[in-house]
């Protein structure tokens, strides 16, 4: 099952997450399906961790407190 979120700036729900690090062959196969996208190696802390693939909109998760 594909995780889709809603972006913050175009209001599509075409939001993927951002994952990190050196990518796997499997990982770039769902970055090919458009499943995920890639953030690239270096991680910093405040990285966004969502990406929309429409508006290519980057941005963080707020988790409810």
């Not at 594909?2 to 700036?9: A, G, L, S, Y």
């Not at 990518?23 to 996208?37: D, F, G, M, T, W």
Request: charged content about 30%.
């Amino acid at each position: 099952m594909i995780t889709r979120f809603t972006c913050p700036k175009c209001t599509q729900k075409t939001g993927v997450p951002i994952i990190y690090g050196f990518p796997s062959k499997r990982l770039l196969r769902k970055e090919k399906q458009k499943e995920v996208a890639l953030g690239g190696c270096v991680v910093m802390v405040d990285d966004p961790d969502r990406k929309c693939l429409e508006c290519r909109h980057r941005w963080s998760h707020q988790p409810d407190t």
